[in-house]
């Protein structure tokens, strides 16, 4: 089957500062991918997306790279905030079937 | 405020017996979505729908879990029997004429 791993299990920033969380996905024929946050005792709630045809995508405070040549998806958060702790998820989809990766958990220091 | 619904919230029940699960997908949304998660696994889908008609139940143990849309506002998950490996949160996730899913808050199955 396929699969989706993330690099960081955890990570832990400042207040304030960027964070990145990187994602690599199996299948190179994946068209779609996007990024997740769940929070404790919730469903995890669409954060940014991006289709194959580009690199990169920027929502607010969010952006998406990815990078095709490495099967290689990351997800920046810019200036951090405490309601930003959670656990970040990427998904590719392939055919209408979405493979979740393992999850990064983000843990945001005041 | 559209969201996913899921009742009930948390279910605790012993080995053996039945558990059905129900979603309310978001008014409009034709795909249906079925996910477990647990802390080994992570998300896992177990089945889903599309205009109310199951295309793939493949991560769906068959011998125990069925999933049905009895109408365009009602999904059904069920296990019989269910077993403490069950234990799990399952979450429900609807989708629209975008690829984006919108998840439900999740129903907390816990097995004896």
């Known amino acids: 089957g396929e699969s989706v791993g993330l690099h960081l299990p955890t990570l832990s920033v400042q207040e304030g500062d960027n964070s990145i969380i990187n994602c690599a996905y199996s299948n190179s024929a994946s068209d779609y991918f996007i990024w997740y946050k769940q929070e404790s005792g919730k469903g995890p709630q669409f954060i940014i997306d991006i289709r194959s045809n580009m690199d990169k995508r920027q929502g607010q405070r969010v952006t998406v790279l990815l990078n095709k040549t490495v099967k290689h998806l990351s997800l920046q958060i810019a200036a951090t905030q405490p309601g930003d702790s959670a656990v970040y998820f990427c998904a590719e989809s392939l055919n209408n079937q979405f493979y979740f990766g393992t999850g990064t958990s983000l843990t945001v220091i005041p | 405020d559209a969201r996913v619904t899921q009742t009930p919230r948390d279910k605790v029940t012993e080995m053996g017996q039945e558990v059905t699960m129900r979603c309310q997908p978001i008014?409009?949304?034709?795909?249906v979505f079925w996910y477990r998660q647990t802390m080994m696994q992570g998300l896992e889908l177990l089945a889903y729908?599309?205009?109310?008609?199951?295309?793939?139940d493949s991560g769906m143990p068959k011998d125990r879990f069925s999933a049905e849309m009895p109408d365009a506002t009602l999904a059904t998950l069920k296990i019989q029997p269910s077993e403490p490996r069950d234990s799990a949160v399952y979450f429900c996730a609807s989708a629209g004429l975008t690829d984006t899913q919108y998840f439900g808050p999740g129903t907390r199955l816990t097995v004896l």
């Open positions: 008014l409009g949304h034709n795909t």
């Open positions: 729908f599309r205009n109310r008609a199951p295309l793939d």
